[in-house]
C-alpha cells in the first residue's frame, strides 16, 4: 500500500495549491478534492444526506491512487467532510469512519489559515468560519491523538516545511 499524505485545513488554506506542487516535486500520485468537483457539477453546496457520498468518493479516489502509486497526495480527506457535516447540520455520523480513515494515513498536514482569505464562489464562508473551522479539526485531531504537522507562511515556505516533513529538501 501506498504512503498516503494528508493535507489538511480550512477553506482557503491554500492546500489544493500545495498538493499539487509536493506532488509535481515527489512525482506521486495526487488526489484533488472531490467536494470541489461536486459543487461545480451542481452548482452548490451539498445537503446533508449527500455528505456521506461525498467522503465515501474521496475515500475511494484515495484508495485507487494508493493502488497505483508508491505516495499519494491527498487534497483533503473524508475527515474534512466529516466535520463539515458536523458543522453545518449538527450531524456526527460521518465521523469515526472518518477518524479511521484518517488513521491510515502516514503523515498530515495541517494548512493553517494564515493565507489572505480569497472568494471562491459557493464553497468559501469567510475568515471568521475559517478560523472556527481550523479550531474544530485541531480539536478532532487532538482528541484522537492524530499527530500532524503544522504548514503555515507563504507558498514557499509551506513547501519546504511540507516537503521537508514528507522527507526530502525543498527544490
Known amino acids: 500500500m501506498a504512503r498516503m499524505i494528508a493535507l489538511l485545513g480550512a477553506e482557503c488554506t491554500g492546500k489544493s495549491t500545495l498538493a499539487e506542487a509536493l506532488a509535481r516535486q515527489f512525482n506521486a500520485g495526487l488526489v484533488s478534492e472531490y467536494l470541489r468537483e461536486w459543487c461545480d457539477a451542481h452548482g452548490r453546496t451539498p445537503l446533508q444526506h449527500e455528505q456521506a457520498h461525498i467522503a465515501a468518493e474521496q475515500a475511494a479516489r484515495i484508495e485507487a491512487a494508493a493502488r497505483a502509486h508508491e ?23 460521518l465521523l469515526v469512519p472518518a477518524l479511521a480513515f484518517q488513521r491510515r494515513c502516514a503523515l498530515t498536514l495541517l494548512c493553517a489559515p494564515d493565507l489572505p482569505w480569497l472568494a471562491d464562489g459557493i464553497q468559501r464562508d469567510g475568515p471568521e468560519v475559517r478560523s472556527r473551522f481550523d479550531g474544530r479539526l485541531r480539536a478532532a485531531l487532538s482528541a484522537q491523538s492524530l499527530p500532524w504537522v503544522d504548514i503555515c507562511g507563504d507558498e514557499a515556505s509551506r513547501l519546504a516545511q511540507a516537503a521537508q516533513a514528507v522527507g526530502a529538501p525543498a527544490r
Open 71 to 93: 505516495l499519494v497526495f491527498c487534497d483533503t480527506t473524508p475527515l474534512i467532510t466529516a466535520l463539515c457535516s458536523q458543522h453545518y447540520f449538527g450531524d456526527d455520523s
